[in-house]
């Protein structure tokens, strides 16, 4: 694993920590008082990738949701003259992630982050009828329809920087599938969290 991918979830793994107010020092398994086993924080899985038992990059553990997020985080970018930072979302990234979530009996949601930027840096992509299913939360904002540029030689989304700027909720189809998916910025996906923690 590159060192760019694994600082990227930890910034991850530290923020979902912070809103059940705990840190890499907690245990991530406790027994509760009947000595069943429970994930008791979220965190970052160990060579991701890597362990057939492990899937996705983090395991949350928040209370209030009905199933906890498998999150799959990339920061595979380019820059053109043109568009200025892209990022580069393979579909295969998302099919895998909601194959393996599916698996688990979790929520799959994918992240990515732009690089060197301090506005708008990173985003959330989660499956619209995934949202509605499992987030007992009204959208902070009312969705924007974005059309990201699509590749089917290499089977690729593609988010230009400069159009998601000054936007919090945008919602795009993927063709393959017909599916909607939203598409959050950092400080939305923040708010819904705190909305189901606060239920």
């Not at 245990?27 to 990738?49: E, M, W």
């Not at 579909?91 to 979790?106: F, G, H, M």
């Not at 969705?143 to 089977?155: A, M, N, R």
């Not at 700027?165 to 969290?193: A, D, M, Q």
Request: a positive charge; one cysteine or more.
């Amino acid at each position: 694993m590159s060192s760019k991918g694994y600082n990227f979830e930890s910034e991850v793994e530290d923020w979902f920590l912070a809103f059940t107010g705990q840190n890499k020092h907690d245990p991530i398994l406790k027994a509760d008082d009947k000595g069943l086993i429970h994930v008791n924080r979220s965190f970052r899985i160990p060579s991701s990738g890597a362990m057939d038992s492990l899937k996705g990059d983090i395991l949350t553990a928040i209370p209030g949701l009905p199933r906890q997020i498998k999150v799959e985080c990339k920061s595979r970018y380019e820059h053109t003259k043109k568009d200025g930072q892209m990022i580069i979302v393979e579909k295969e990234w998302l099919s895998k992630n909601e194959a393996e979530a599916k698996a688990d009996n979790q929520i799959p949601v994918l992240t990515f982050s732009f690089k060197r930027l301090q506005k708008d840096r990173i985003w959330w992509i989660i499956k619209k009828a995934d949202f509605g299913r499992w987030f007992n939360v009204m959208l902070p904002e009312i969705p924007q329809t974005i059309k990201p540029q699509e590749s089917k030689k290499k089977d690729t989304l593609k988010f230009a920087h400069k159009d998601l700027v000054s936007k919090k909720c945008l919602i795009f189809l993927e063709s393959n599938t017909n599916e909607s998916y939203l598409l959050l910025s950092h400080t939305t996906f923040g708010n819904v969290l705190t909305s189901v923690l606060a239920t």
